[in-house]
């Protein structure tokens, strides 16, 4: 599926024109940073990219992340990558299709891994205050039983600053012992300060998992800003707790440095961190245009928080 993709990508773009092509949305980030447990440290980098273009009704994204985990003393790193190929098309004014191909792999040093595949077609209406997207992702991956998963993703847009999101995915597997995975999203922002909150629960394997995130920045200047996070993970009664400090600094309206400290405790264990970074901005990507893998992903990002 995923050269269909990129072939009907391609011929498009080059069938309605360059010169109609507009860059809709987009993100670059390159990040560093260290954790220090009990057994070691770890240097941690992720590089991500994402674009989004406009091609009259149509458009095209693009997306890849990379985290490497490097651990001292380790003989090997540990490597995952994220990519995305998807196209959409627009019509009624309100109404959009799309379809997506998503790779994910997890890398063991020069032997051992794993890979697994979504391919994704979704549909979607976005009237600009209401949206709703319903879907469905073949799974493709080494372990029996596992086949798809069918999302729904609401939102509403309470007002320019303000909106929330609750999405769905129910999860296609023989062994029924996965329940559905509920994520839950608000956010509010005037521009000068924000804050924002991640919730997901589900059951797996018997044991309720729970995720609650709380987010919050604060703009000083155009150029200085703070930021901060608490989140708590809940595994079948076992808490995990972590919290973020950091600052960030505008060098212009499209280029952030930002450098920020991590503490989390793991059952009694302390884990400390710090991270350093820069990223580029070109605009987000709409609500409604969502994919299952990137809601799934985000919720990855807040518990390990790689969000920022």
């Not at 391609?10 to 949305?25: D, K, N, P």
């Not at 604060?218 to 150029?223: A, G, K």
Request: charged residues 15%.
């Amino acid at each position: 599926m995923k050269n269909l993709l990129i072939g009907t990508a391609l011929a498009t773009i080059a069938a309605t024109g360059v010169a109609a092509q507009e860059l809709s949305y987009g993100r670059l980030i390159a990040n560093y940073g260290m954790v220090s447990t009990p057994g070691g440290d770890a240097d941690i980098t992720i590089l991500g990219a994402e674009v989004g273009i406009q091609v009259q009704e149509f458009d095209f994204w693009l997306n890849g992340t990379q985290l490497t985990l490097s651990p001292d003393g380790a003989p090997f790193n540990v490597t995952a990558d994220v990519t995305t190929i998807g196209a959409g098309y627009s019509f009624g004014g309100e109404y959009r299709v799309d379809v997506s191909s998503t790779d994910l792999g997890l890398g063991f040093g020069g032997g051992g891994g794993i890979n697994i595949g979504l391919d994704e077609i979704g549909v979607a209406y976005d009237n600009g205050t209401y949206f709703g997207r319903l879907s469905f992702a073949d799974v493709n991956q080494p372990i029996p039983g596992l086949d798809g998963i069918y999302s729904l993703n609401v939102g509403y847009n309470i007002s320019e600053e303000a909106k929330v999101s609750l999405s769905v995915h129910d999860i296609d597997e023989s062994s029924g012992s996965i329940d559905p995975i509920y994520i839950l999203s608000g956010e509010y922002d005037t521009g000068r300060w924000g804050v924002k909150l991640d919730a997901a629960s589900t059951n797996l394997l018997g044991t309720d998992l729970t995720l609650v995130a709380l987010g919050g920045n604060y703009q000083f200047n155009n150029q200085w800003g703070i930021r901060g996070a608490y989140t708590n993970i809940d595994a079948g009664g076992t808490d995990i707790d972590a919290y973020r400090l950091g600052g960030t600094y505008n060098i212009n309206d499209t280029y952030t440095v930002y450098a920020g400290l991590t503490q989390a405790d793991l059952g009694g264990t302390t884990i400390d961190g710090f991270n350093v970074g820069i990223s580029m901005d070109f605009g987000s990507k709409p609500d409604s245009y969502q994919t299952t893998a990137d809601r799934l992903l985000g919720l990855v990002e807040t518990a390990g928080a790689f969000d920022y």
